[in-house]
């Protein structure tokens, strides 16, 4: 049983993995005092959209190339309140390209930030089997005081707050276990984190007319399937989407990338190597194979993770 509590802990380390796509799932809860810290580089680019029907056209219409890059830093953390109860918190300071014809339009700032808790819920639905867990991951997502209304923008500018619920199993003793998560993310009109400007008359670059637009909830969902090659090396299989209840009806604007009804499902694969105990080197790709209203791009992320254990 020692030995797949161990197996069950290392799938801690891929926490951070994929803590930039804030609907990933996860089943297990630090334990209590332990601590979990990555910091994640992206390079995610696009030249392509999913518009609102589901069919792909260029993301400019002006420019041929990449027309969009995001090359943003992650800070993820994590804390273990209790055996049950994990503090979870994601800072992320955004770098945002995007051409249109010979226009550049950059933005760089703190984004929003998502705080929340991860509750384990095998004591309460008298789960004993060690191979299972399950877990709720309630968070809230608010904007850091940026301008939502200049262009690419730091994020859409209002508060979301999101459940989801997570199953895990470890196949112990083979090296391989599978997560999934289902959730829903409610999309407020809170705009009080965030400000506006005015554009002047006869426009500005990079400000677009603060619309406040109504985003429509999500349902949120997740698989992930990992194995390890020997003690040193971490293989990842993921799949993540974000589906809107309402239906796209309209496209977003390329210069300000705010879908405000998504739907798309993401897959990609992650490796991480652990050269010393607790230390972790990643990186983690997704693509895009089904939009509709959201950008058709290539996800990189390159992260360092560290996990300090409690004093026995």
């Not at 300071?93 to 051409?99: A, H, I, N, S, Y």
């Not at 933005?107 to 709720?136: E, M």
């Not at 554009?199 to 637009?213: A, H, I, K, Y």
Request: charged fraction near 15%.
């Amino acid at each position: 049983m020692g030995r797949n509590l161990i197996l069950l802990s290392s799938c801690l380390y891929l926490l951070a993995m994929v803590a930039p796509h804030d609907s990933s799932a996860q089943a297990w809860p630090q334990r209590h005092g332990h601590t979990y810290l990555k910091l994640s580089h992206s390079r995610v680019v696009a030249s392509q959209q999913w518009d609102f029907k589901g069919e792909k056209r260029p993301y400019s219409e002006n420019f041929s190339g990449n027309a969009f890059l995001d090359r943003s830093f992650y800070l993820y953390g994590e804390y273990g309140l209790t055996d049950n109860v994990t503090l979870v918190a994601l800072l992320p300071f955004k770098r945002l390209t995007v051409r249109d014809g010979d226009l550049e339009y950059n933005t760089d700032g703190l984004g929003s930030v998502t705080v929340g808790l991860r509750v384990g819920l095998k004591s309460f639905l008298k789960v004993r089997a060690p191979a299972h867990a399950v877990a709720v991951n309630v968070m809230a997502t608010l904007p850091t005081g940026y301008t939502r209304n200049l262009s690419p923008s730091l994020g859409p500018g209002q508060a979301d707050f999101q459940a989801v619920v997570s199953y895990g199993y470890s196949f112990y003793p083979l090296p391989f276990y599978a997560q999934a998560g289902l959730g829903y993310r409610v999309r407020t009109a809170l705009y009080s984190f965030s400000s506006a400007d005015s554009c002047p008359t006869g426009g500005m670059p990079g400000c677009v007319e603060d619309g406040r637009p109504e985003f429509g909830d999500e349902w949120l969902f997740s698989g992930e399937l990992g194995g390890w090659l020997g003690h040193h090396a971490l293989v990842q299989v993921l799949t993540q989407g974000v589906w809107s209840n309402l239906s796209p009806e309209t496209g977003f604007n390329p210069i300000n990338p705010v879908p405000t009804r998504q739907r798309f499902i993401k897959t990609g694969a992650g490796l991480t190597l652990y050269p010393v105990s607790k230390l972790g080197l990643s990186v983690l790709y997704f693509a895009t194979p089904f939009g509709r209203n959201t950008i058709d791009s290539r996800d990189w992320f390159f992260g360092v993770e560290y996990q300090f254990n409690a004093p026995l």
